[in-house]
C-alpha cells in the first residue's frame, strides 16, 4: 500500500503544488511587471491569482486528511514525497519557460495592449 500511496502522492503533489506556486510566485509577478511597463489595457484581477491556490490547497489539505485518517502507517511516506516535489516545484520557478509565458500572455490576451 505504501507504494500506492507514494505514486499518488507524486501525481497528485506535482499537480496541487504547480497549482498552488505557480500563479502565486511565478505568474503575478508576471503580471505586475507587465503593469509597470504599461503593456495592460487595464489590471489583471488578482482573484485570477488567488481562486486556484486556495482551491488546490484545500484539496490538498484534505489528501493529507484523507491518508492519516485511512492509512496512518503511510503517512510519513506521503510527507516525503509531497516535500520533494514541493522542492522540486519551488526550483523550478527561476527557470524561463517561453511556452509558459506565451501561454500566459495568450490567456490574458483581453488585458494586453497590441504591440
Do not use: H
Not at 14 to 27: E, G, H, R, T, V
Not at 38 to 54: G, S
Not at 57 to 84: D, K, M, T
Amino acid at each position: 500500500m505504501d507504494i500506492l500511496i507514494v505514486i499518488i502522492g507524486l501525481f497528485f503533489g506535482a499537480n496541487a503544488f504547480s497549482k498552488i506556486i505557480f500563479p502565486l510566485f511565478s505568474d503575478w509577478p508576471l503580471a505586475k511587471r507587465l503593469e509597470r511597463e504599461e503593456k495592460l489595457i487595464k489590471p489583471i484581477p488578482i482573484k485570477t491569482f488567488i481562486v486556484a491556490p486556495m482551491i488546490w490547497g484545500v484539496l490538498l489539505a484534505g489528501s493529507i486528511w484523507i491518508v492519516n485518517y485511512y492509512f496512518p502507517e503511510s503517512i510519513n511516506y506521503y510527507y516525503v514525497v509531497l516535500g520533494c516535489i514541493l522542492v522540486g516545484t519551488i526550483a523550478s520557478i527561476p527557470k524561463q519557460n517561453r511556452d509558459l509565458e506565451a501561454n500566459l500572455k495568450d490567456s490574458w490576451k483581453q488585458y494586453l495592449r497590441k504591440q
